[in-house]
């Protein structure tokens, strides 16, 4: 089993940044690529942005293209989550997600493990 705990949301104003942390603990973590996705009230969870184990290959919507970066820690069982220029319409409820897998997946049915979810409101 694997536990993954979000940290890092919070109440910002648009043009500002956060940055999102997600811990995993648990069974021996190899090979697990690493996804977050959100979900806004009355909206369905959506991708955000994936990672691959090495970190060497990640993945994005093209909402959040540019603007998001997600990355892995040395240890490898911390991934980030770096939002900038946050913008009213990313305010949600943002998931990490978890799988063995040795390609990036991008379809939240795919995922294994799930965080508690962080919320993260941005103002206009």
């Known amino acids: 089993q694997v536990q993954l705990v979000e940290s890092g949301g919070g109440l910002v104003q648009a043009g500002r940044s956060l940055r999102l942390a997600c811990a995993a603990s648990?069974?021996?973590?190899?090979?697990?690529?690493m996804g977050w996705f959100r979900q806004a009230p009355g909206n369905e969870r959506e991708f955000v942005a994936a990672i691959s184990w090495t970190g060497g290959v990640t993945k994005y919507a093209d909402s959040v293209k540019g603007r998001f970066t997600t990355s892995r820690g040395n240890a490898k069982s911390t991934v980030y989550l770096q939002m900038n220029s946050l913008k009213p319409e990313d305010t949600a409820v943002y998931y990490c997600?978890?799988?063995?897998?040795?390609?990036?997946?991008?379809?939240?049915?795919?995922?294994?493990?799930w965080g508690q979810g962080t919320q993260v409101t941005v103002s206009s």
């Open positions: 648990g069974r021996t973590f190899s090979s697990y690529i």
């Open positions: 997600a978890a799988r063995a897998s040795p390609v990036v997946l991008t379809t939240d049915s795919q995922y294994y493990y």
